[in-house]
């Protein structure tokens, strides 16, 4: 017991790591920001390999472990898996390599989907994801866990992606291909819908009006934070170094590292669209898993 306050003592002060795909888990570090103004965060985003919705689940665990070992390798307390589909594929074989706390975005995002929905009689949720993570049933999966009842529907919406980079926000081509993507989501008449991607939550008013006002979207980004916050107190490893009294923090500032695996400009240009600020500190470096 004395051994475990000691130990966790000393990693209080170290950043929360963070790692996506690419620029979109950036809306998951805005969320865990938001709610946690005095943690430091290190951001990876694996730019040179992107997309990983695509891609088979032998790559995206390589990807995923490469991407783990090289934030572990910089002194982490707990590392938060951004990218939805890394999170489906890959969470036990992180879990298995890196010693340090693995918080996935798929279970805070399927828990708070039931949380919302409890209060129907039938309730109906549906998910929009990439391929791999629909195909992978992990939301299906942790939305059964958390609810014996609920239905479920799930439908992947690949060109959300590339629409959300471009910041085609509100653009009619926008609109017109949610329609088409959402038309089986409004058909099946969800009580909620799940954004089970990192960038679907830059596009929430299109989907928010194309689905209708009724349907209740849950952020897995926001829902991760919220899980992130109670774990760093149940676990006693909230920073104690009070810096958001001494000082305001602000998204990107110098406190927070950004890595990119390539294109920093085009990170920090899609970057300044979503958070609207560039990183102060961002690097381009090459992961690999680094053996313990
Ligand atoms: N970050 C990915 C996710 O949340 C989306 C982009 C990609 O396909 O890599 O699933």
Redesign the pocket.
Known sequence: MKEKTTQNQSNTNLPIGIF???V??LTVYRALHERLPNEKFIYLGDTAR?????KSLATVERYAIENSSFLASHGIKLLVV?????SALALPKIREKIGVEVVG?IGPGARKAVEITKVNENPKISVI??E??VSSNAYADSIREASKEAEILQNACPLF?PLAEEGWTAEDETFSIAKKYLQKVIEFAPNTLVL????YPILRDVIQQTIGENVRLIDSGEATAEEVEQLLKDKGLANTEQISYNRKRHLCDDLDHFYVTDAAERFAKVAERFLGVKPSKLEAVEVFEVSK
């Open positions: 996506d795909s690419g979109g888990g992107v997309p990983y919705g695509t951004a990218c939805n589909t890394a975005v994801a990439t791999a993570t992606v089970g991607c990192t960038h």
